[in-house]
């Protein structure tokens, strides 16, 4: 049984810095793809950042790019979110998300790809 915990959510204050992880077990994710999206209250799950399996494929939105930090851990099953600058905007439940396939860099923005997902953790920042 597969299983995405994140943790490392919280409340920071605009301008701070928060990293979070996310703890894949069940099945080996190092030779496919991962990714981070977000959740606003009222909005729709969008995509934050994807990381291909040789860490060497990175991909961000235009929203984070240059902020936020996508890395993993092959050795560990675990993917990292370091963001940098936050905003106020950032607010949101963070997912993680993986893929037992591998995927075009259209598909890893796409939510709808994605058949693995952790429970979420809350980020919030204040201004």
């Known amino acids: 049984q597969v299983q995405l915990v994140e943790s490392g959510g919280g409340l920071v204050q605009a301008g701070g810095s928060l990293r979070l992880s996310c703890a894949a077990s069940?099945?080996?994710?190092?030779?496919?793809?991962m990714g981070w999206f977000r959740q606003a209250p009222g909005k729709e799950r969008e995509f934050v950042a994807a990381?291909?399996?040789?860490?060497?494929?990175?991909y961000y939105a235009d929203s984070v790019q240059g902020r936020f930090t996508i890395s993993r851990d092959n050795a560990k099953n675990t993917v990292y979110l370091q963001m940098n600058s936050l905003k106020p905007e950032d607010t949101a439940v963070y997912f993680c998300?993986?893929?037992?396939?591998?995927?075009?860099?259209?598909?890893?923005?796409?939510?709808?790809?994605?058949?693995?997902w952790g429970q979420g953790t809350q980020v919030t920042v204040s201004s």
């Open positions: 069940g099945r080996t994710f190092s030779a496919y793809p």
């Open positions: 998300a993986a893929e037992l396939r591998l995927l075009g860099t259209a598909q890893l923005m796409d939510v709808r790809e994605y058949n693995y």
């Open positions: 990381i291909m399996w040789s860490s060497s494929g990175t």
